[in-house]
């Protein structure tokens, strides 16, 4: 199943991707108002803790709306005219993992990780699929892209062993882990350069792990203004999902809703030598593809 958040003056709704449409669930459950809908989870959040029950209950409400004829396209909407939200909008952590991929590693001449690389990020970098995302030029000039997967949990996970941590995993989503280089560089501690507002366009789609099988066999690309800087594949990760998520349960309780940004792979603007290193300006359109997972496309803009 695909999830995803949409805007609905000013609150974000859950919506459902079907064939016909963006399906508005809580429009859906009050519109086909019966006794089987009224437990319905109405909030994303709700939805990743109910895990596979409320992803069946849900699907049950899809194939009635899709049974139902021109009564259910009232309550499915047109994709191109949602206004998207973060696919998840609450998560407690924000994890990611630096430098997890072999040649990105390489070609930013940094040595390979013995351990993950773990730094977090804030609720203020959430935005979603269409989204602006404001250059923060008075403190930086070297805005980069980094295509990323995102593993959601789905489970409360503590000491899980890697052979059962994917089972704790709701599901996977892309992101565009957006990092300000300078001030990333300007001391030890990356944080400053990761955490700027808008800095984590994620979506569009929540894709159930049903769907998404292995998240070590997904080809992955970054796309800037119709040109490829980014093509890879996630078996390239030096640390794979479920031992990122073995290790981080080691030293931290997950929750449901929590996020783990799994590292970028090579291409960045970093990775230039430095006659070539041409950062993200204002206009430029930058689209994340993962494969099973859809398209996340933001524009850069001038910061107001």
């Known amino acids: 199943m695909k999830l995803l958040t949409f805007n609905d003056n000013g609150h974000f709704k859950l919506g459902i991707k079907t064939e016909k449409g963006i ?23 709700a939805v ?49 993992v630096g430098l997890n991929y072999r040649k990105h590693a390489e070609e930013t001449n ?10 977090n990020k804030f609720s203020n970098t959430l935005t979603g699929h269409g989204a602006e995302v404001p250059l923060p030029e008075k403190v930086s000039s070297q805005v980069d892209y980094e295509a990323e ?17 994917l089972d704790h995993v709701f599901g996977y989503c892309n992101v565009n882990d957006l990092s300000a280089r300078d001030l990333q560089m300007r001391t030890q501690q990356w944080l400053l350069g990761k955490s700027c507002d808008s800095f984590s366009p994620l979506g569009p789609f929540l894709v159930t792990a049903d769907e998404v099988e292995d998240p070590n066999n997904l080809d ?3 796309i800037v203004n119709d040109e490829v800087r980014q093509h890879s594949h996630t078996s390239d990760m030096i640390f ?24 970028t792979p090579a291409g960045v603007v970093l990775g230039y030598p430095k006659e070539k290193q041409f950062y993200l300006k204002p206009g430029d359109v930058v689209t994340i593809e993962i494969e099973k997972l859809g398209s996340l496309t933001n524009t850069m803009v001038a910061e107001k």
């Open 23 to 45: 399906l508005d669930v809580a429009a859906a459950i009050e519109g086909m108002a019966s006794d089987q809908m009224s437990s319905l989870s109405t909030t994303l959040h």
């Open 48 to 96: 990743i803790e109910g895990g596979t029950a409320a992803v069946a209950q849900l699907q049950r409400l899809v194939n009635l709306v899709l049974e139902a004829g021109s009564k259910g396209e009232a309550y499915l909407l047109d994709e191109t005219h949602i206004q998207y939200g973060p696919c998840v909008t609450n998560p407690s952590k924000i994890i990611c």
């Open 110 to 119: 940094a040595p390979i990780p013995e351990y993950p690389i773990l730094f």
């Open 149 to 165: 997967l995102v593993i959601v949990m789905g489970k409360k996970a503590k000491y899980v062993e890697k052979e059962h941590a």
């Open 220 to 222: 992955i690309r970054c």
């Open 240 to 263: 794979h999902c479920n031992e990122i998520v073995s290790y981080i349960s080691q030293h931290m309780t997950l929750l449901p809703g929590d996020i783990i940004l799994t590292g």
